[in-house]
């Protein structure tokens, strides 16, 4: 009885990497990856030509390429390498000096909760009565935009919940970590003392 052909998701399984690993290995002729027989538009392979191709060419030791960076992660899909930071920051409307000690614990309690249900973590908090600021691990899949969203929202409301109205100005601030951003958020802070027509 023949080889059954394996699809390029047989294929990575039988070879131990991913599929995606399987189409870029196919793409490049120079490696001496297998020809596939295409079944409609599916390539396929025989198990005794990935055999040959695998003796030939041995998996990569794990780890064999960079160590990983104390504290980098990966992506839940283990596909995609990240160690993106961002700082964030939130001015309270109008610059108000209105953020009590325990409205800046409020905070930074909801904040890190919600960080950590977008598998985000919030490394460093600080708070003043009129604007909080924090640096942010986060994860490829989240656009610093959202991060900076979900934060002011759960926040907002859990200090609504605790009885005060309006909290934050409408704009806040990110920018990654890369960057410095000291003076640009304290002028942020700064303009969100100015009333602006609407």
Same mark, same amino acid.
């Given at each position: ?9 047989? /294929? ?5 990497? @991913? ?7 196919? @793409? ?10 295409? =079944? ?14 695998? /003796? ?9 390429? @960079? ?6 992660? !990966? ?13 964030? /920051? ?31 973590? =919030? ?9 909080? !600021? ?10 610093? @935009? ?11 409301? /859990? ?25 640009? =958020? ?13």
């Amino acid at each position: 009885m023949p080889e059954a052909r394996l699809t390029p998701t047989q /294929a990575a399984d039988h070879l131990g990497v @991913s599929v995606q690993a399987v189409y870029v290995l196919n @793409s490049r002729p120079q490696n001496g990856f297998p020809e596939p027989e295409r =079944i409609g538009r599916t390539p396929t392979w025989l198990p005794s030509e990935l055999d040959t191709w695998r /003796a030939e060419h041995p998996a990569k030791k794990p780890g064999s390429r @960079s160590r990983r960076r104390a504290g980098a992660t !990966r992506s839940r899909a283990d596909t995609s390498f990240h160690d993106l930071r961002a700082h964030v /920051a939130f001015a309270t409307e109008r610059r108000r000096a209105l953020l009590t000690t325990e409205m800046l614990r409020l905070t930074e309690r909801t904040m890190r909760a919600a960080a950590q249900g977008a598998d985000a973590d =919030i490394e460093d908090f600080a708070g003043m009565p009129d604007h909080v !600021r924090a640096v942010v691990r986060y994860p490829a899949g989240l656009s610093a @935009s959202d991060l900076a969203r979900k934060l002011k929202v759960a926040s907002e409301r /859990a200090l609504r919940q605790s009885g005060t109205s309006q909290v934050w100005a409408r704009s806040y601030f990110v920018a990654s970590v890369g960057s410095d951003p000291s003076g640009r =958020i304290d002028e942020y802070v700064q303009e969100q003392e100015q009333v602006v027509n609407s």
